[in-house]
T-cell receptor, first 115, second 120 residues
């Protein structure tokens, strides 16, 4: 089935360590997104990418990094520079053809906890 | 910069009644889409309804309809005949589309969300 897969579902990290969250899609979508959600809060945009080898900072990019080497994959690295990384992270993708843009389709999310 | 504001942190409604969730947005772009998403306790994001800014007719999907006021930059969601399964957090979202240039094209911004509880 087509969809977006995020892994792992739960992730624990020690303070000072970098950690990478995986996001893979087989929907042939050009655009991919990473969001952070804190308890009872909305989704805040971290990074987004409209095309391979290109990405843009969102509203809260500090302490995060991404890469887009393949159309299907958009991994997010939470670095030690991120002061409060404990949160729920959501990945999404969408069609990004001018005039034919689609809504975003979401993965199941990754819950990251710093211990 | 684009912003999306949902001014109602929580709402409640009786089963079978009608409820309206508010959303306002701010942008200088002319080409964009607006969405309402639902996030139930499972945390899976589900699209409820979509509206293209160039369309004057309000979108409807079964019990869900929107009131899109482009000049006022308002995009409210009306849920008719509320059901217990409608209990969720609802998010309004805005995507820049069309002829927007530069890095803003495709940016998808969400509001803070409204927690809706449907009571039996």
């Amino acid at each position: 089935d087509g969809g977006i897969t995020q892994s792992p579902k739960y992730l624990f990290r020690k303070e000072g360590q970098n950690v990478t969250l995986s996001c893979e899609q087989n929907l042939n979508h050009d655009a991919m997104y990473w969001y952070r959600q804190d308890p009872g809060q909305g989704l805040r945009l971290i990074y987004y990418s409209q095309i391979v080898n290109d990405f843009q900072k969102g509203d809260i990019a500090e302490g995060y990094s991404v890469s887009r080497e393949k159309k299907e994959s958009f991994p997010l690295t939470v670095t030690s520079a991120q002061k409060n990384p404990t949160a729920f992270y959501l990945c999404a993708s969408s069609i990004s053809i001018r005039g034919r843009e689609s809504e975003a389709f979401f993965g199941q999310g990754t819950r990251l906890t710093v211990v | 910069a684009q912003t999306v504001t949902q001014s109602q942190p929580e709402m409640s409604v009786q089963e079978a009644e009608t409820v309206t969730l508010s959303c306002t947005y701010d942008t200088s772009e002319n080409n964009y889409y607006l969405f309402w998403y639902k996030q139930p306790p499972s945390r899976q994001m589900i699209l409820v309804i979509r509206q293209e800014a160039y369309k004057q007719q309000n979108a409807t999907e079964n019990r869900f309809s929107v009131n899109f006021q482009k000049a006022a930059k308002s995009f409210s969601l009306k849920i008719s005949d509320s059901q217990l399964g409608d209990t969720a957090m609802y998010f309004c979202a805005f995507m820049i589309t069309g002829n927007a240039g530069g890095t803003s094209y495709g940016k998808l911004t969400f509001g803070q969300g409204t927690i809706l509880t449907v009571h039996p």
